[in-house]
């Protein structure tokens, strides 16, 4: 569907021209190297040229890289929810967002390992302005969200990428990830922006929106890190708005935190799979008469899952211990436990700073204040 063009990923018909589009620059053979260490050229370089489906690009290249990952910057990742869903599905995952590209890929690689659909993921187009990485995302099944757009071009870029998602969900049986809101979460506070579920609601064709919602199954997802490979690079930009500051990205920003994600060390991970809202939708439609309101109602469904399902580290705990100058959670780590994360902040903040050092904390602790409202945070 051509109207799609602008924003869809490459079709399994342009998977192998786009792949030797790109296989002979600099950054794809990083990328394998990474990959594959100790593989020659030549045998990735004949593995990628037979390659011609996004399928077979994911499991035999990007699967891979996950692992190298996983294996040299984490301590692990662990899962739970994922025996709930249902093969051959589609459905609309909602999650909170820590990482660029990890928070998609780690959950993409999960479904790969449950047997599951695998999504097609949002990204927004100022992440992928390098042709390599534009071509990269669109060989992993990217789609993108238009950026810096005037009002007028918003409302037509929002209702084109609606309807793409609503093509995806309904008639191509894709999954889909999006996050709960526009960017990465800087302070730890995952919360569902309304206007994300408008946009969404934009590819409906039912009379009533929490019709649609509950036909394209919506899933909350909970992704948490033991540590933010990308903590430190939050700070300036809640220097500046606790300055009341509009902050601007450096040239390459966006790529040297795509890449400090990656390779940055994360210690645990855990994605907790939530449950398809249906009954919680059902209920929605029933208690609230307009769309505003049911809107506003699912953004706080989806919230209460995420949050009451997040996986709360030792890293919170301390931050939270020191931010409240208590020991509520001492039990939870140990000393030298609290001495590296507080070594950690203090090579990465500067002390002198006092606004990034409590940006810092409250990026971990605030995932415990957010769990309490839900009862017990151990």
């Not at 692992?67 to 909170?96: M, P, R």
């Amino acid at each position: 569907m051509e109207k799609f063009d602008a924003i869809r990923p490459f079709y399994d018909s342009e998977i192998n021209e786009g792949i030797l589009k790109v296989i002979d620059h600099p950054m794809m053979k990083a990328l394998m190297c990474f990959c594959f260490p100790g593989v020659e050229d030549a045998i990735w370089k004949a593995q990628l040229k037979k390659t011609y489906s996004v399928r077979d690009f994911q499991c035999n290249f990007i699967y891979y890289g996950v692992k190298q990952v996983l294996g040299k910057s984490s301590d692990g990742l662990t899962t739970s929810g994922f025996e709930k869903l249902e093969k051959n599905t589609a459905y609309l995952y909602i999650s909170n967002h820590r990482d660029i590209v990890l928070d998609t890929t780690l959950l993409n690689a999960s479904l790969f390992e449950h047997g599951l659909n695998m999504t097609s993921s949002a990204i927004g187009d100022n992440l992928v302005k390098k042709p390599f990485l534009k071509i990269l995302a669109k060989l992993n099944r990217n789609f993108l969200v238009q950026r810096g757009l005037t009002p007028r071009e918003m409302l037509l870029s929002s209702k084109l990428l609606a309807e793409y998602m609503a093509q995806m969900l309904l008639h191509e049986n894709r999954s889909v990830w999006i996050a709960q809101r526009e960017g990465r979460t800087k302070d730890g506070n995952d919360e569902t922006n309304s206007g994300v579920l408008k946009m969404i609601g934009m590819g409906s064709d039912e009379p009533n929106l929490m019709d649609y919602f509950k036909k394209i199954k919506v899933v909350p997802v909970s992704i948490s890190y033991e540590y933010d490979p990308t903590d430190a690079l939050k700070m300036p930009q809640l220097i500046a708005e606790a300055n009341n500051e509009t902050y601007i990205k450096e040239k390459n920003e966006d790529f040297m935190t795509l890449l400090s994600g990656i390779i940055g060390q994360k210690k645990r991970i855990h994605i907790h799979i939530g449950d398809v809202l249906d009954t919680e939708i059902d209920e929605i439609k029933s208690n609230f008469d307009t769309s505003n309101k049911q809107i506003q109602a699912l953004a706080q469904v989806i919230d209460n899952s995420i949050l009451s399902n997040y996986k709360l580290w030792t890293t919170n705990y301390i931050a939270y211990d020191i931010v409240n100058n208590s020991t509520t959670y001492s039990h939870l780590y140990t000393g030298n436990e609290k001495l590296l994360f507080e070594r950690r902040l203090e090579m990465r903040i500067d002390h002198e700073h006092e606004v990034a050092k409590q940006g810092f904390l409250d990026m971990y602790a605030n995932p415990v204040v957010n769990k309490l409202k839900y009862g017990n945070a151990e």
